[in-house]
């Protein structure tokens, strides 16, 4: 998980509490009778913004230092092109990956390579001040780019809170915290509506597909893992991460909603004729759904729909 130093918010928070006392005391002194919440209003606060250098530590437990403001960025993951275009920093993604296709601005954006084969003579010719890249499949691409001289931060968060905390220390890299801030707010909100509208609903087993040949699933400390559970669901899966399961599997387990991400991986459209699934719980009942892949598989602001559509598949009657 991505930690900074928290200068920016903490200079804010003690200029805050200084205006409130400083008026506090002055109305003391001047004993003049005014009500006291008319001489407790505070004082507008200082715009925040970041100071640099400004040091991370990243989700690949790197230490990366920021040495000044980013005005040319490159992004080599769709949710990392979401994120700065959530704080209002779109304007200064100068390179992104083929696979990037949100917000509708990025069609007009340098490509620099795919997600798994980013192009290092077009991230070099792009000129970035700042690259932020992910961990996993892009591990050899940060080291090369390392030794380029780049400045990268590794972004890969494992939580929802990895999710909102990640996006405020992007936007603090490129100096939008108050708007990362909003951001993170809305998202918060959005999930409490999603948490409250399953509040006592009974879970519901729940198989998530995320690949079809082989089968492929999500278990605990995934993401979209905790997603199913915040939406009332309960995953089938028993194991850690992202991991093979065999049809055999899915059918001793019978779940009752059989989530799948459609695309190049997964078409759960002719589910029943897989041997055994037509006896599933989820079959016979109808309760198979299609997830927007973009949605639920990328770590970004968009997530939120993911877990409304998640919900909606599990709860429908929650939502009406």
Request: proline share 6%.
């Amino acid at each position: 998980m991505t930690r900074i130093a928290r200068s920016t918010r903490t200079r804010r928070a003690r200029l805050g509490m200084a205006a409130l006392a400083l008026a506090a005391v002055a109305a003391l002194a001047t004993g003049c009778g005014a009500p006291a919440e008319e001489a407790l209003q505070p004082v507008a606060e200082t715009p925040v913004s970041t100071t640099y250098p400004l040091t991370i530590t990243d989700d690949a437990n790197r230490t990366v230092t920021i040495k000044v403001e980013p005005q040319r960025i490159v992004s080599l993951a769709p949710a990392n092109t979401e994120m700065l275009f959530a704080v209002g920093a779109g304007d200064r993604v100068v390179g992104v990956t083929s696979y990037d296709d949100y917000p509708a601005e990025v069609a007009d954006i340098a490509k620099v390579g795919d997600f798994a084969g980013p192009n290092l003579e077009a991230i070099a010719g792009a000129d970035p001040d700042l690259i932020l890249a992910t961990t996993g499949v892009q591990a050899d691409v940060i080291t090369q780019l390392e030794e380029l001289g780049a400045t990268v931060i590794a972004i890969d968060p494992q939580s929802l809170d990895g999710v909102y905390e990640v996006i405020s220390e992007v936007a603090a890299a490129v100096n939008e915290v108050e708007a990362g801030e909003g951001v993170v707010a809305q998202m918060r909100l959005e999930a409490q509506k999603v948490a409250d509208a399953v509040a006592g609903k009974e879970t519901a087993s729940t198989f998530v597909e995320i690949a079809q040949n082989p089968l492929f699933t999500t278990g605990s400390g995934t993401l979209l893992d905790e997603l199913v559970t915040l939406a009332g669901g309960d995953n089938v899966v028993d194991e850690a991460g992202w991991v093979p399961y065999s049809p055999e599997k899915v059918v001793k387990s019978d779940p009752s909603v059989y989530l799948a991400t459609k695309g190049s991986m997964s078409d759960p459209a002719e589910l029943e004729k897989r041997p055994g699934f037509a006896e599933l719980q989820a079959v016979k009942a109808g309760r198979v759904y299609v997830l927007d892949d973009n949605l639920v598989s990328r770590p970004g602001p968009r997530i939120m729909l993911g877990l409304r559509q998640i919900a909606e598949a599990i709860h429908p009657e929650a939502f009406q």
